[in-house]
Structures are given as structure tokens and as C-alpha cells.
């Protein structure tokens, strides 16, 4: 279950963007803070309950909250990993904070554990949150 949910969620770029990665950081840092960067965690809004739950607060009705999904394909790991180095955001401000021993290990532990095709590429599924709701009469 675990890996599907990553498989789903491992691209979003706004709600939780590297749920591997965070799983992946606290396997492999000692006294690791991956769990407090976790974006799923440092945004509750990102998740349908909670933005079903603040357009009801703000008194709108028929608040429907659905997840939009797209395949994402990387064709290896460098290319998926690329990214998490250049300390932009959550993710990837983690990962230029450990140690070069931390990031390897990092690195070889996501390179193992995400899934891959049967040419070797990275299928993901990339995920945002649509809210849809009306201002009542």
C-alpha cells in the first residue's frame, strides 16, 4: 500500500511532493527532521478533508474536492533525482542540508526503492487538488 501511495503521490508539486523521499531521509539520517519537512505535514490543506473542511468554514456550499492526476514518466533515476539538488523548496532544502555520506545514502536508498519500467524508467503519478464549490443564494 505504502509503495502505491507513493507511486501516486512522489511528484506533487504543491501537496507533498516526495513522500519516498521523506520515508526514504529517515531511514538513512540519524535524527533526521525529514519528518518535519514533509509537505503533506507542513500543508494540511493539501489533502481533500482539510480543503473540503475550509471552503465549508468560509460558508460555501456544495464543496466538492477531487484529486486531478497525470502519468509522469522519468527516463532514470538521475533525472528524477536532479532536481531534489537544487535546494529549492522543502525537498530538496533537505537534501542540500545533509552530509555528503547522508545524501549518498539518500540517494542510493530512493534509486532502490522507487518503482521502475521495464526499460528502466520512473513512472509516477503526478497529483493536485481541484476544489469546486458555490456561494450560497
Known amino acids: 500500500m505504502a509503495a502505491a501511495r507513493d507511486r501516486a503521490a512522489a511528484k506533487d508539486p504543491r501537496c507533498g ?3 519516498a523521499l521523506t520515508r526514504s531521509a529517515r531511514t538513512v539520517a540519524e535524527g533526521s527532521n525529514a519528518a518535519e519537512l514533509d509537505e503533506a505535514r507542513r500543508f494540511p490543506l493539501c489533502r481533500p478533508d482539510p480543503l473540503r473542511r475550509l471552503f465549508e468554514f468560509v460558508a460555501l456550499g456544495s464543496v ?3 484529486s486531478l492526476e497525470a502519468p509522469t514518466r ?3 533515476f538521475d533525472e528524477y533525482w536532479e532536481p531534489f539538488l ?3 523548496g522543502p525537498a530538496p532544502g533537505y537534501v542540500a542540508s545533509l552530509s555528503g555520506t547522508q545524501r549518498e545514502a ?3 536508498r530512493l534509486e532502490q526503492t522507487l ?3 521495464s526499460d528502466g524508467g520512473i513512472p509516477l503519478t503526478a497529483r493536485a487538488w481541484a476544489v469546486r ?3 450560497p443564494q
Open 74 to 76: 522519468f527516463a532514470g
Open 17 to 19: 511532493r516526495a513522500p
Open 115 to 117: 518503482p521502475r519500467d
Open 133 to 135: 464549490a458555490r456561494k
Open 86 to 88: 537544487g535546494g529549492q
Open 64 to 66: 466538492e474536492v477531487r
Open 106 to 108: 539518500l540517494r542510493a
